[in-house]
């Protein structure tokens, strides 16, 4: 997971290949091991990537990795941690339309794959 993280964000990579495989990776991982674990690892990393100062590509790689922690962990991430949820209202907010779309792919993902867990959630009433 650490590796996957790091190989992702690092700025000096130009293996879109490699990339891509990581988050990939990344993606089915990261679900597997402990939340509290996954956040340590990742978070701060995704957090430096996705920022606005960063070129599109590398923000896109960041959105995925963070995506990918929310879906993976639903709404006990966002309990946990309320500057996930943040970033990704955030997201769904840029001014980039690229993000924005990315952001929209991704609530609907999160719907669809939490819904038995949303409804009757207090934080959404």
């Not at 650490?2 to 700025?11: A, P, R």
């Not at 606005?52 to 959105?63: E, M, S, V």
């Not at 990918?68 to 996930?84: R, T």
């Not at 038995?116 to 959404?124: D, E, K, S």
Request: proline fraction near 2%; charged fraction near 25%.
């Amino acid at each position: 997971l650490n590796l996957s993280v790091k190989i992702t964000t690092d700025e000096m990579c130009q293996n879109e290949a490699l990339i891509d495989a990581w988050l990939v990776v990344f993606q089915n991982v990261v679900g597997l091991v402990d939340y509290d674990y996954a956040y340590m690892v990742s978070f701060k990393a995704i957090e430096n990537t996705i920022d606005r100062k960063n070129p599109l590509p590398r923000r896109l790689k960041g959105d995925k990795l963070l995506m990918a922690l929310a879906l993976n962990f639903g709404e006990h991430c966002f309990e946990e941690h309320k500057d996930i949820l943040r970033k990704i209202q955030n997201i769904c907010g840029d001014t980039n339309f690229i993000i924005r779309l990315d952001g929209v792919q991704f609530l609907n993902q999160y719907l669809l794959r939490h819904k038995a867990t949303l409804i009757g959630n207090p934080r959404l009433e």
